[in-house]
């Protein structure tokens, strides 16, 4: 799940993964999606400087959102889960639960 969006000319990146599951049938283009911590997401989400629509990527990239905004001046990283020490112990060579 990916959002990028500013505020007072400070930008950030919402990054984080989970899985799509089944809900309710809908006649958009609708998906649910389940997340370890939603309490969080939702808190991040809500209060972050993100408008409610996100984009869904098939797999799992959080990591590559993560490096990539290190080459964007100016735009600040903001990890759900994984958590930021997550994905830069990854980054370093280690496991990332998926």
């Known amino acids: ?4 969006d500013g505020m007072n000319g400070e ?4 990054m984080g993964q989970g899985k799509s599951t089944k809900g309710p049938q809908n006649f958009g283009t609708y998906l649910w999606f389940e997340v370890p911590d939603w309490k969080m997401w939702e808190e991040k989400l809500i209060y972050g400087p993100y ?9 799992n990239c959080a990591a590559v959102l993560y ?3 290190k080459y964007i001046p ?8 994984p958590t930021e020490e ?3 112990a990854y980054l ?3 496991d990332l639960d998926e």
Do not use: N
């Not at 799940?1 to 990028?4: D, E, S």
């Not at 408008?51 to 797999?59: F, L, P, S, Y």
């Not at 100016?74 to 889960?81: E, F, I, R, S």
């Open 74 to 81: 100016g735009l600040k990283p903001d990890p759900a889960q």
């Open 92 to 94: 370093r060579g280690s």
């Open 1 to 4: 799940m990916a959002r990028f």
């Open 86 to 88: 997550e994905i830069r």
């Open 11 to 14: 930008y950030s990146l919402f």
């Open 67 to 69: 490096e990539a905004a």
């Open 51 to 59: 408008v409610h629509h996100v984009a869904g990527i098939h797999d």
